[in-house]
């Protein structure tokens, strides 16, 4: 590696060079755990003062090579160098490292997830990100075809990229958890059967982050089914708030936005005060009482109660699954795009007067809905990563009916895990008609 093919770009370091080194490393006497890791040296940490900040600076200092590179086993071609770069070019423009643990991050969310996590389209151009990558033994290969993807892509916010398969080691001081590997209900399988197998799942990954994750970990399951996975998981983890354990039902929020859009002539980022109640499921409730069209009540705007109450629900509640129909798998792209937004609406202050829909643990709601369980309901945030609950709505008679219903079946997904939150002898007595949103 010669000094002279660096050139001051931070693309051209990291198309030029990158660290790649495997190991073995034992985790106990019982289990191997094979880990590959992609990361840039500090160094390039300080380069990308100069990325975010000196813009309109074209002097850059050329690199000198500090240390001795045979005491760097670990780092590769220029991400051996050291750069001993002025005091002045130290800027506080960009922010501290943060750690993005994503787990299924071979399967289709995660593809497009994982590079608007890269791009900055989720934290922010300022805020900088190591990505660990949670597979298994079936996905380890395709994980690395997946960091190979981000390296390539030349993205300078990625400041770290690793994959391993024990979430011990993966989920280490993650300060954001995106749980996403989930395995699919395949044809035949019982729901009940469904709950136990990705409940093991979330039951080991919650202990993994109880044991080594940042204490302010904030956790959004995806992998269905993702309601009562967030509650077997946030059980699991008793030393982390459960207010920190999220389940996705912002796409049924973008779903419910887009109908109402389309519905009353107008584009879609007129619709706010948007609220999905309850299950990510058939029975979950798209709230039009309290949604606004334009700053107006819906019903003042789409003066249609049959459709609101019939045509509406049915739509966001089964569009999962018609689009299986379509496309032949499951919502990937809008569904990390909910990702994306579900995150922004925690790491954003929440504008004056709208909110926003996440599975939340009930304990201390307002809206007297059963408290143990993880339940969709509207949220404000400071933008701070923390949420509170939105009092201001109404809620009557038929949205109450309708509440009570994803209540009830939450409540049966809850006594069909016992076994996996800690609360006794599983006792499975699934309403018939429960499904995923993907069902049909
Ligand atoms: N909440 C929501 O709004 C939505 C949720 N979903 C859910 O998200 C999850 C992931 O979807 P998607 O990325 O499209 O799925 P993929 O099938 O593409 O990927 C899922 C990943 O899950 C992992 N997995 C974990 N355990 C198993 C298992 N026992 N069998 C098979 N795979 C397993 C696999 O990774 P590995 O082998 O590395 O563990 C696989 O890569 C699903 O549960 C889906 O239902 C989908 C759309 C919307
Ligand atoms: O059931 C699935 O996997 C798909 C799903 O959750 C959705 O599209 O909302």
Redesign the pocket.
């Known amino acids: 590696m010669a000094v002279a093919e660096f050139t001051p770009s931070s693309s051209s370091i990291i198309k030029k060079t990158s660290l790649y080194s495997s190991q073995l490393s034992y985790v106990s006497t019982h289990q191997i755990s094979y880990k590959r890791r992609f990361s840039l040296r500090p160094l390039q940490r300080t380069h990308y003062a100069n990325i975010c900040c000196s813009v309109t600076s074209n002097e850059v200092q050329a690199p000198v090579v500090t240390n001795d590179l045979k005491k760097k086993p670990e780092c590769f071609g220029v991400f051996c160098l050291t750069y001993d770069l002025k005091a002045e070019e130290e800027t506080s423009c960009w922010k501290k490292l943060i750690n993005v643990s994503v787990s299924?991050a071979?399967?289709?969310?995660?593809n497009h997830l994982l590079f608007k996590l890269a791009a900055g389209e989720v934290f922010g151009p300022d805020q900088p990100i190591a990505l660990k990558l949670l597979?298994?033994e079936?996905?380890i290969q395709a994980l690395e075809g997946v960091a190979m993807e981000l390296e390539d892509s030349l993205y300078p916010l990625l400041r770290e990229v690793s994959i391993g398969i024990d979430p011990y080691e993966v989920f280490q001081d993650a300060e954001w958890a995106l749980l996403?590997?989930?395995?699919?209900r395949g044809p035949g399988m019982e729901r009940a059967d469904l709950l136990d197998?990705n409940g093991q799942?979330f039951a080991e990954q919650g202990k993994a982050l109880n044991a080594v994750a940042s204490r302010n970990v904030k956790v959004i399951v995806?992998?269905?089914p993702?309601n009562t996975n967030a509650l077997i998981c946030l059980k699991n983890a008793p030393d982390i708030p459960a207010k920190n354990f999220h389940a996705?039902t912002r796409?049924d929020e973008n779903r419910a936005k887009c109908q109402l859009a389309l519905k009353a002539g107008v584009f879609y980022d007129k619709v706010s005060n948007v609220t999905i109640w309850g299950n990510?499921s058939t029975t979950q409730v798209p709230d039009y009482l309290n949604a606004k069209i334009n700053g107006f009540p819906v019903k003042e705007v789409i003066r249609d109660t049959k459709w609101l109450e019939e045509e509406f629900t049915e739509k966001v509640q089964k569009r999962?699954g018609v689009l299986i129909q379509k496309w032949g798998r499951?919502?990937?792209a809008s569904?990390a795009v909910?990702v994306v937004d579900a995150i922004r609406s925690l790491v954003t202050p929440t504008p004056e007067g709208d909110w926003f829909s996440t599975g939340v643990y009930t304990d201390g709601n307002p809206y007297g809905i059963a408290e143990g369980i993880v339940f969709s309901m509207p949220c404000r945030s400071k933008g701070d990563g923390d949420y509170e609950l939105v009092k201001d709505v109404i809620i009557d008679d038929y949205l109450r009916s309708r509440i009570k219903k994803s209540e009830d079946e939450l409540l049966a997904e809850k006594r069909c895990v016992a076994h996996l939150t800690g609360e006794g002898i599983a006792v499975c007595d699934l309403p018939g008609d429960t499904m995923?949103p993907?069902e049909m």
């Open positions: 299924g071979a399967g289709m969310i995660a597979g298994s079936r996905s996403i590997g989930a395995k699919p197998i799942i995806v992998g269905n993702c996705l796409l990510h999962g499951s919502s990937a569904t909910s995923l993907g």
